[in-house]
């Protein structure tokens, strides 16, 4: 592919809800360009953007895809993102890599919540925004029901500048309402222009006119001409829409159909003609930043970046900004789907990839030493869920931890912890689509088999009240024996305390070099589990008296009768078990308040307030048991349709009910039984 200049390059993302069709379009883009010989379909899984075999499979986009075009004398890189919730992460990465953003909405669907979700995250970077109102020829779609749910949703900057030409079946063409003219289509992507039918013309002629407020109303010069009833023309008023637009006030609508290849080619000129030319630094220094990165068994590691500034060129030597270790780009590409073109130059504002580098990833700097450029650091959104795994096949350790890290490579939103409390691998994501999605790659990828369980909560043990026990410890075999003797007592301490020994020998009770190994003892019984079986915390310890014997006794002994004594007197001061309280902090529509605050006292949650947020949203505060919201991105998806958004955070520990307790124990026990 060809060096275009800055001017000529268009960054734009198609993001939307799953199903409202952006595959497609991007697959429609390509092919009125004249960039593909045929247009795939997303259902034989032999799109040009739905590369990955668990896209073909499923049916969805998994992951964000390049698919570069020319056209008219530019480039625009497109960029196809994810629509379901569960990859959320890919669309906000593509948010830091272009200068506009392309919602796809079905007229048949109408807007729907990843739209909404996807809105609100392009309004946090003020980016550009246009609509393409898809499926306009399927059964039951309206436009009108769409626009007014796209202005109810997003506010009055939302302008149409395109009315379908009939609707369903009968969809053909769209009526440009800047040039008062009627395109229709016959199945070749080129439109035919014509005047507006007659039955047509008095809604054009209304729409226009509301049409051409919205967009001179950003600019007082032609709003006063406007008003005195003067001709605007077309020229003013496209750069009126494009200084609207770039501003983030005037939000255009387009319409069509991606498999009818109706108005495909209209929004292409709208990406050129309209769209924000890329934003890039003063300083010349070549400066990229990686937005995403690919991980092959066979390529390894592909790095997608943007040109900040400067201009990156085949075989560079740039320094990694994290890292400071030189980075010699030796193979330098564009990338359309998985297929890549080499490159020799890629100028400020283009985006491009480059594979086999030593030690880079998502997040990234690469620039020459000296260059003067800032970026915001990547926000990855926080898991919201955990599957447990473990290898299936013995040996396999060091081999999955490897391939999970390559994983959370490609895949910055999965999270890898090890929770040596229960000494399980938790692989954390988006949801359940995201982690069977990884699972599914570890095996097709990197030949690692993995099993789950369910993750394991983190319970511990204290005490109510005081007691105290003999620890003995007594072996005789032939030869020295072991001997040792200590008294103990327990106390609770204040939650979060931990754990206190306190030394209270005299007389030589207990020799003091054998006082340390009581202590020992004593907390390693803590660690193995108490009564329950869990670790146990917020108690003090005494060690008041005590026995030994001159040749028999040892640290090994008295570290035993620690043990031994910790044991009996816990079992007499009123053991409890304790679980972690988490404080989930919950945002989500006023509509479903009542729902959520329900579904939390189910959950034995207790509410400590809730506040409106503005945007129709309110956020609830609550303490809930940590084992309640294991699952909790799945329920409060299903109370809101998706619309809801929660953190979770370890808060402290609270006493398990004694319901409660007893099955947990049973349920402990049981597992102990079958291994």
């Not at 890599?97 to 970077?125: H, K, N, P, Y």
């Not at 009968?170 to 309402?177: A, C, E, K, T, Y």
Request: proline share 4%.
């Amino acid at each position: 592919m060809k060096t275009f200049a800055t001017s000529n390059i268009r960054n734009a993302a198609l993001v939307g809800h799953g199903g409202a069709g952006k595959t497609t379009l991007a697959e429609a883009l390509l092919f009125v360009a004249g960039a593909i010989p045929r247009m795939g379909r997303v259902e034989d899984g032999n799109t040009v953007c739905d590369f990955d075999p668990e896209e073909a499979r499923r049916q969805i986009s998994v992951s964000m895809a390049l698919a570069p075009f020319e056209t008219d004398g530019h480039k625009i890189n497109l960029v196809d993102t994810p629509g379901y919730a569960d990859f959320v992460g890919d669309v906000a990465a593509a948010l830091r890599a272009v200068d506009l953003v392309i919602f796809v909405v079905s007229a048949v669907e109408g807007v729907e919540v990843q739209t909404e979700i996807a809105w609100r995250m392009a309004a946090e970077r003020n980016l550009p925004r246009a609509i393409f109102v898809n499926k306009l020829d399927r059964e039951r779609a309206s436009f009108e029901r769409t626009l007014d749910q796209l202005k109810e949703r997003f506010g009055s900057g939302v302008a149409p500048l395109e009315l379908p030409l009939g609707e369903e079946a009968d969809f053909r063409g769209v009526i440009d309402l800047l040039d008062d003219l009627a395109v229709t289509y016959d199945g070749s992507g080129k439109g035919t222009d014509g005047p507006i039918p007659d039955e047509l013309a008095t809604e054009e002629h209304a729409v226009h006119d509301a049409l051409i407020e919205g967009i001179v109303v950003a600019d007082d010069e032609l709003m006063e001409r406007y008003l005195a009833d003067e001709t605007i023309d077309k020229k003013e008023l496209g750069e009126a829409l494009a200084k609207g637009m770039a501003e983030a006030s005037v939000f255009p609508v387009l319409c069509g159909s991606a498999t009818k290849l109706i108005g495909v080619d209209r929004l292409t000129r709208f990406i050129v003609e309209e769209g924000p030319e890329p934003k890039v630094g003063s300083d010349g220094a070549t400066a990229a930043v990686v937005f995403k990165t690919l991980v092959d068994p066979y390529v390894g590691r592909v790095n997608l970046f943007r040109v900040l500034q400067g201009a990156v060129k085949h075989d560079d030597t740039l320094v990694n900004g994290r890292t400071l270790t030189d980075e010699r780009l030796h193979q330098l590409t564009t990338m359309r789907g998985k297929e890549q073109e080499a490159a020799e130059e890629l100028p400020a504002g283009d985006i491009g990839a480059v594979a086999k580098l030593a030690d880079t990833s998502t997040g990234d700097v690469l620039g020459v030493r000296g260059a003067d450029v800032e970026v915001e650091s990547f926000d990855v959104p926080a898991p919201v869920l955990s599957f447990a795994i473990k290898p299936k096949s013995k040996g396999d350790e060091d081999k999955l931890a490897n391939a999970l890290h390559r994983l959370q490579d490609e895949d910055p939103a999965l999270r890898i912890e090890r929770n040596a409390e229960t000494k399980q691998t938790l692989l954390e994501g988006m949801g359940e689509t995201h982690l069977s999605i990884a699972l599914e790659k570890l095996h097709r990828k990197f030949g690692v088999d993995v099993e789950t369980e369910d993750v394991k909560v983190a319970y511990r043990e204290t005490i109510t009240g005081t007691a105290e026990a003999e620890g003995k410890y007594k072996k005789q075999t032939g030869g020295h024996g072991q001997f040792g003797v200590a008294f103990l007592r327990v106390e609770p301490l204040e939650r979060g305390s931990g754990f206190e020994f306190v030394d209270q020998i005299v007389g030589g009770a207990i020799p003091r070099q054998f006082i340390p190994a009581v202590e020992k003892g004593v907390g390693e019984a803590m660690a193995n589990g108490g009564v329950f079986g869990f670790p146990v915390v917020d108690v003090r310890v005494t060690c008041f008296d005590g026995k030994f014997h001159s040749v028999d006794s040892s640290e090994m002994s008295f570290k035993m009768a620690g043990s031994i004594g910790f044991k009996d007197a816990m079992a007499k001061a009123g053991p409890i078990l304790l679980e972690p309280i988490s404080e989930l902090v919950v945002t989500a529509p006023e509509v479903n308040q009542g729902d959520i605050m329900g579904d939390l006292n189910s959950k034995r949650g207790r509410i400590q307030g809730s506040a409106s947020v503005g945007n129709g949203e309110v956020e609830i505060t609550a303490f809930v048991p940590t084992s309640e919201v294991l699952r909790y991105a799945i329920d409060l998806r299903s109370l809101t349709g998706g619309r809801g958004r929660f953190s979770l955070e370890h808060s402290h520990y609270d006493p398990v009910p004694s319901h409660l307790a007893d099955k947990i124990r049973k349920d402990r026990e049981t597992i102990k039984t079958e291994k």
